[in-house]
């Protein structure tokens, strides 16, 4: 007995190695489950096949590297995660950007709390990582390995998923938001956020009423046919009583950054927006938009924009992107900017101490274009700043929000409507398919068919 002790304690720290081997070979492939059979299996044989595979894994294992999971925390960056665990923060950045540059996904903008990252530290120099694991999806995850050259080497592993095209249809219930109901029959969040986004710039949500009806058209990605991976929304409708039917079409170019890639109505109408800058870092109004006594003239007089006070100097910025349609001086506007933005609307920037940019310039969004100033018929240093909209008339710069894309015109019209045309193709297949109820109270169904 005593002679077997050795032994024993051998095998035993074999196993352990073979069983921490088998962890991280299940982290790194997790795709591949053991069976379990339901045959007792020979101890024997199981010893025997347990050693002849320890052998060969002898040599790999003694270069495994020790694995530790990195958990994001709360309003954590990636590196910041990285670092938790004990990676060093140049090796941190270097893992960062070697995967920015490789991987297509926006790796800062996918973070969220709770996600996990593995990486593997060198066994003989703890603090040196060699192996980062991202797990982007259940069915896509990317590896980076440190190899003998010191470079990150980069490995992905897609596990096989379907691809279908599913219509969701259904009714608003009684005090129900589209929003809502989309989520309750179990639409992911981002594209039921994609939905309301792209119809709220046709619709008006504050009339939606019970029995307005809705459909979708969404192309999904699956994994084992139940774990969503990734959908887009292809088409939408929106019928009510008081809403008259609004359809949307996604437009797609060959490059997938393009920033003509949204959803558009069939005329081509951009149905996506950006949000606006303000155009001050700090924001006191001193006077706001509307019929007032004028402070200099005496007169009632429509003060056409709001008046932020700020001190001679302050830098002013473009609230969005757009170019330059004046930048010049007035006698009652002073030194004054004013630019036209995508969809046809002006900011105006008046009683500037200074002016930054020329006639025509293209500016973008947060671009500082000059200095406030008391120029022109002005009482004191501050901003006034104001609205044009595209048809000319002056309009309370606190309520515009966002500033549209364009419109499509031309070769890009005339690829929408042939993108239309197959999108409408697939909705007639997918409209043949059998429909499967999802919510009754809410009419709501869902066909599909895989591609
Ligand atoms: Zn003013």
Redesign the pocket.
């Known amino acids: 007995m005593t002679e077997n002790k050795p032994k024993c304690g051998t095998k035993k720290t074999k196993l352990k190695i073979f069983f921490s081997v088998a962890i991280f070979a299940a982290l790194l492939f997790s795709s591949c489950k053991e069976k379990i059979t339901e045959k007792q299996p020979d101890p024997e044989a199981l010893l025997a096949e347990i050693q002849q595979r320890i052998d060969s894994l002898e040599s790999f294992i003694s270069a495994q590297p020790i694995l530790k999971p990195a958990t994001v925390g709360n309003g954590w960056g990636p590196l910041q995660t990285m670092q938790s665990v004990g990676a060093e923060f140049t090796q941190s950045l270097k893992i960062f950007n070697t995967l920015k540059d490789t991987v297509e996904v926006d790796f800062e903008k996918t973070l969220r709390e709770g996600q996990v990252f593995w990486i593997g530290f060198d066994k003989k120099d703890t603090s040196k990582a060699v192996l980062f694991r991202y797990e982007e999806n259940p069915a896509t995850i990317h590896f980076l390995m440190l190899d003998s050259t010191g470079q990150w080497a980069y490995k992905i592993v897609e596990k096989p998923v379907n691809v279908r095209y599913a219509i969701y249809e259904g009714v608003l219930p009684p005090g129900g938001t589209l929003d809502k109901t989309l989520r309750s029959i179990g639409i992911p969040s981002e594209m039921v956020g994609v939905v309301n986004g792209v119809l709220e710039c046709k619709i008006n949500f504050a009339t939606a009423q019970q029995g307005d009806k809705f459909k979708i058209l969404l192309s999904e990605t699956r994994y084992q046919d139940s774990v969503w991976i990734k959908g887009k929304v292809l088409y939408t409708s929106y019928a009510g009583r008081t809403i008259k039917h609004t359809e949307t079409f996604l437009y797609q170019e060959a490059d997938p950054k393009s920033s003509f890639n949204a959803h558009y109505t069939e005329e081509g109408e951009a149905l996506i927006r950006s949000g606006l800058r303000y155009p001050l870092d700090r924001l006191h109004v001193s ?1 706001g938009f509307g019929y007032r006594i004028h402070p200099i003239l005496g007169v009632r007089k429509l ?1 056409n ?1 709001v ?1 932020y006070r700020a001190g001679t100097g302050t830098p002013v910025y473009a609230v969005a992107e757009g170019s330059v349609l004046h930048s010049s001086y007035g006698e009652d506007n002073g030194n004054y900017i004013a630019i036209k933005h995508a969809d046809n609307s002006q900011s105006w920037y ?1 009683h500037l101490s200074q002016r930054g940019v020329s006639n025509g310039q293209k500016v973008r969004g947060g671009q500082v274009i000059g200095k406030v100033g008391s120029t022109g018929r002005s009482t004191g240093p501050h901003l ?1 700043f104001s609205i044009k909209e595209p048809k000319g008339s002056w309009m309370d710069p606190l309520k515009k929000k966002m500033i549209a894309t364009p419109k499509l015109e031309g070769a890009k019209l005339l690829a929408l409507k042939e993108q239309i045309k197959a999108s409408r193709g697939s909705l007639a297949k997918v409209e043949a398919a059998q429909p499967k109820s999802i919510n009754d109270s809410l009419q709501a169904t869902v066909k599909w068919i895989e591609i």
Do not use: K, R
């Open positions: 006077s003060h924009g008046d008046l006034h």
